[in-house]
């Protein structure tokens, strides 16, 4: 015989524990809105350095004295700030590994970048661009002019 051990209530609309539902899910939302913004804004603020990243603990000392974190009460408060922190920390550490991976194929694959005034620009373990040819335009020349004009222009 299965045990259970959660109690399962049917809350319609229009009761009264329906509207204290409702009440928390939107006190919980303002809060984890607000949570949220603040963390992104000093990411970015930040110049994106990961070190502005604050772990949940963190993060829920630092809105414990917020208007929202002590309408919604104390538990539901600390585990909706929290679950923003855990969510941060975990993009973070999946950002890096992406990061390290990507990197990792990059210089298998022998690519390097150059950044010039028209953007990022492939090149190739020789040191030329990468050039797709099915989509590139050359203005009227021809691809080696094009890759001649290019390399005086953008290369050292």
């Known amino acids: 015989m299965r045990e259970q051990r959660v109690e399962q209530l049917k809350i319609y609309v229009g009761t009264n524990d329906y509207d204290i539902f409702e009440e928390a899910c939107f006190k919980s939302r303002l809060l984890y809105n607000q949570a949220n913004y603040w963390q992104r804004q000093e990411f970015f603020n930040s110049g994106r350095d990961f070190d502005v990243i604050l772990d949940p603990w963190s993060l829920r000392n630092r809105f414990k004295n917020s208007e929202e974190y002590k309408a919604l009460g104390g538990h539901l ?60 335009s050359f203005k009227g020349e021809s691809q080696q002019d094009y890759l001649d004009s290019f390399a005086k222009n953008y290369l050292i």
């Open 77 to 136: 408060s600390a585990e909706t700030v929290m679950m923003v922190g855990r969510e941060w920390k975990g993009w973070k550490a999946s950002w890096l590994s992406w990061n390290r991976e990507y990197r990792a194929q990059i210089e298998k694959q022998g690519i390097k970048y150059k950044t010039s005034e028209n953007g990022t620009i492939k090149l190739n373990q020789y040191g030329e661009p990468i050039v797709d040819k099915s989509t590139q």
